[in-house]
């Protein structure tokens, strides 16, 4: 009897030793944070301060923050539905309410409407639009609006930050899809053509998220439901995927309010006409020959007379590198650096002169002079 009851004891010991072990092990009462993938003993064992925790319903809640203000925005060209792209109520006052796309959606647009989340399809009025900045601004009845975008900020951003988008790939049968991913790239610079012609540089965000036709001029958001950028593009080649570019916040408030007024932006010139330094064959037929070291910048074409580059000094055959010691590539670049001004500022040009660096003050005028 005895030796029974010994052995009931030590089975009744390693019972409760057994169970207090486990209770440690996964309630962890002592321990710092929650289990996680580190170890059974969560933070026990690996430091919970820079812990990353993903909620999945965060995205979720951040959609219902900014869903009811994404519209599908049609382009009808005569009586045919001739394209379909995104916005976003971003701004409304008591008589309207105001809605941002990319300025490629709506061009040459006879009339515009845009469907809301309820289905109302509603008439709306485009203000003003940009190509270079590829943003234009429309506005409906105050009383149609559903939902006010929050403007965000990229300052901020990092590599990796969660993201994701709204709007309409494909037209109506995918309305207001919402996609998501994270910021792959921050401040790309994307060579885009604008009027067929002319090249312009674009300063972007890359992200993964998918973006389709359809897709542009809809909200960028970050994971707190706020907008920091208007999607703009996709680069579609066979070999690569999941590579989105959106313009950045800042760029498209820049001059939201010319837009809203109806203005044209009013932007600078140097008063030169140009051509790539690498564009050696062009150059030879107006007479000018490079040493074979200099192989980026614009060469001066010609200088417009009266102009600020001619009162700088400036004379063809000069090879502009830098404004305001920030480097100038190829024209594209110049356009790109040089739209960060208006007009009457006055920059540092730095440029080669029979192989020697010099520098010189230009005031800008205005491109339309």
Same mark, same amino acid.
């Given at each position: 009897?005895?030796?029974?009851?010994?052995?009931f004891?030590?089975?009744?010991?390693?019972?409760?030793?057994?169970?207090?072990?486990?209770?440690?092990?996964?309630?962890?009462?002592?321990?710092?944070?929650?289990?996680?993938?580190?170890?059974?003993?969560?933070?026990?064992?690996?430091?919970c301060?820079?812990?990353?925790?993903?909620?999945?319903?965060?995205?979720?809640?951040?959609?219902?923050?900014?869903?009811?203000?994404?519209?599908?925005?049609?382009?009808?060209?005569?009586?045919?539905?001739?394209?379909?792209?995104?916005?976003?109520?971003?701004?409304?006052?008591?008589?309207?309410?105001?809605?941002?796309?990319?300025?490629?959606?709506?061009?040459?647009?006879?009339?515009?409407?845009?469907?809301?989340?309820?289905?109302?399809?509603?008439?709306a009025?485009?203000?003003?639009?940009?190509?270079?900045?590829?943003?234009?601004?429309?506005?409906?009845?105050?009383?149609?609006?559903?939902?006010?975008?929050?403007?965000?900020?990229?300052?901020?951003?990092k590599?990796?930050?969660?993201?994701?988008?709204?709007?309409?790939?494909?037209?109506?049968?995918?309305?207001?899809?919402?996609? #998501?991913?994270?910021?792959?790239?921050?401040?790309?610079l &994307?060579t =885009? +053509? *604008?009027? @067929?012609? !002319?090249?312009?540089?674009?300063?972007?965000?890359?992200?993964?998220?998918?973006?389709?036709?359809?897709?542009?001029?809809?909200?960028?958001?970050?994971?707190?439901?706020?907008?920091?950028?208007?999607?703009?593009?996709?680069?579609?080649?066979?070999?690569?995927?999941?590579?989105?570019?959106?313009?950045?916040?800042?760029?498209?408030?820049?001059?939201?309010?010319?837009l809203?007024?109806?203005?044209?932006?009013e932007?600078?010139a140097?008063g030169?006409?140009?051509?790539?330094?690498?564009?050696?064959?062009?150059?030879?037929?107006?007479?000018? #020959?490079?040493?074979?070291?200099?192989?980026?910048?614009? &060469?001066? =074409? +010609? *200088?417009? @007379?009266g !102009?600020?580059?001619?009162?700088?000094?400036?004379?063809?055959?000069?090879?502009?590198?830098k404004?305001?010691?920030?480097?100038?590539?190829?024209?594209?670049?110049?356009?790109?650096?040089?739209?960060?001004?208006?007009?009457?500022?006055?920059?540092?040009?730095?440029?080669?002169?029979?192989?020697?660096?010099?520098?010189?003050?230009?005031?800008?005028?205005?491109?339309?002079?």
């Amino acid at each position: 009897m005895r030796g029974k009851i010994i052995n009931f004891a030590i089975i009744l010991c390693a019972f409760l030793l057994g169970g207090g072990v486990m209770y440690l092990v996964i309630a962890n009462p002592l321990g710092q944070g929650e289990t996680n993938s580190a170890g059974l003993l969560g933070c026990q064992y690996t430091s919970c301060e820079n812990r990353v925790i993903i909620d999945n319903t965060g995205i979720s809640a951040a959609v219902d923050k900014v869903y009811d203000a994404v519209v599908m925005v049609k382009n009808f060209q005569g009586n045919q539905l001739a394209s379909t792209g995104s916005g976003f109520v971003y701004k409304v006052d008591e008589k309207y309410g105001y809605i941002m796309t990319n300025e490629h959606v709506v061009e040459d647009a006879t009339s515009i409407t845009v469907v809301m989340t309820n289905e109302k399809e509603v008439e709306a009025t485009k203000l003003g639009g940009d190509e270079y900045l590829d943003i234009a601004v429309l506005r409906i009845p105050v009383s149609e609006v559903l939902q006010v975008a929050t403007i965000g900020s990229t300052e901020d951003l990092k590599l990796g930050d969660t993201i994701f988008t709204i709007g309409s790939p494909v037209g109506e049968e995918y309305y207001n899809t919402v996609t #998501s991913g994270i910021i792959s790239g921050i401040d790309r610079l &994307v060579t =885009v +053509s *604008v009027n @067929s012609q !002319s090249d312009w540089i674009m300063k972007v965000s890359q992200v993964d998220a998918a973006i389709n036709p359809g897709n542009s001029g809809g909200p960028l958001l970050n994971s707190n439901g706020e907008v920091i950028g208007v999607n703009s593009m996709k680069l579609v080649d066979s070999s690569v995927e999941g590579m989105g570019f959106s313009i950045k916040i800042e760029d498209a408030m820049a001059h939201v309010e010319e837009l809203e007024n109806s203005q044209e932006i009013e932007r600078p010139a140097l008063g030169i006409t140009l051509l790539n330094a690498s564009d050696a064959r062009a150059l030879m037929s107006y007479g000018i #020959s490079l040493p074979n070291d200099i192989t980026s910048g614009v &060469v001066v =074409v +010609s *200088v417009v @007379s009266g !102009s600020g580059a001619s009162k700088s000094g400036l004379e063809k055959g000069d090879v502009i590198t830098k404004i305001d010691d920030e480097e100038v590539i190829n024209g594209a670049y110049l356009k790109y650096v040089l739209y960060k001004y208006n007009p009457g500022d006055k920059i540092k040009v730095t440029y080669l002169r029979d192989g020697d660096e010099k520098t010189t003050t230009v005031t800008l005028t205005k491109a339309s002079d």
